[in-house]
């Protein structure tokens, strides 16, 4: 799923994520800390910075891996192919079914991303060594995101706000 029209309210209570927004990036922490939040942020800052002209998609991941288990296997490669290139931020990534096509799909994805030098973003719940896959992915991911990797903390804000899940 590519969320398009990301809500105007994301640019306002984090419209400063503290770290580098320019450059790739990888945040992980529990549920509800703020990740997806950020993310949204960066893709609505960018888009006022940049006068709409900057096209970042957030996908989510669990969503993109059921997309390749439903696509006809002559298409499975212009899906790969979708979302190697471009700005793309990949929510959720590490939290969708595990299995080998899902694993080959990722890998291909991030080592294209990986030799095309892409900006690219990730959230997740999980650290990058906890991630569910080899360690190259692993690898990639860290090399891609370099210094710009942040652990966000504390409790889940929707629970706190009465905030539902979206």
């Not at 212009?78 to 799909?105: C, M, N, P, T």
């Not at 959230?123 to 995101?145: F, H, Q």
Request: net charge negative; charged share 25%; aromatic share 12%.
């Amino acid at each position: 799923m590519i969320y398009h029209g990301v809500p105007n309210r994301y640019s306002q209570a984090n419209s400063e994520p503290k770290f580098n927004k320019r450059e790739s990036f990888y945040i992980y922490g529990g549920t509800g800390t703020g990740k997806t939040y950020s993310a949204c942020s960066i893709i609505n800052i960018s888009r006022e910075n940049h006068a709409g002209e900057t096209d970042i998609r957030l996908v989510s991941v669990p969503s993109l891996v059921m997309d390749y288990r439903n696509v006809p296997f002559t298409d499975k490669e212009a899906l790969i192919k979708r979302y190697s290139s471009g700005l793309v931020i990949f929510d959720d990534i590490g939290a969708e079914y595990q299995s080998e096509f899902s694993q080959e799909f990722i890998l291909s994805i991030i080592d294209n991303r990986w030799n095309a030098n892409v900006w690219t973003g990730f959230t997740s719940n999980l650290s990058i060594d906890e991630l569910p896959y080899g360690d190259r992915v692993k690898s990639r991911i860290a090399g891609i995101a370099r210094n710009n990797i942040h652990q966000f903390d504390g409790k889940d804000k929707r629970l706190e706000t009465g905030e539902q899940d979206k």
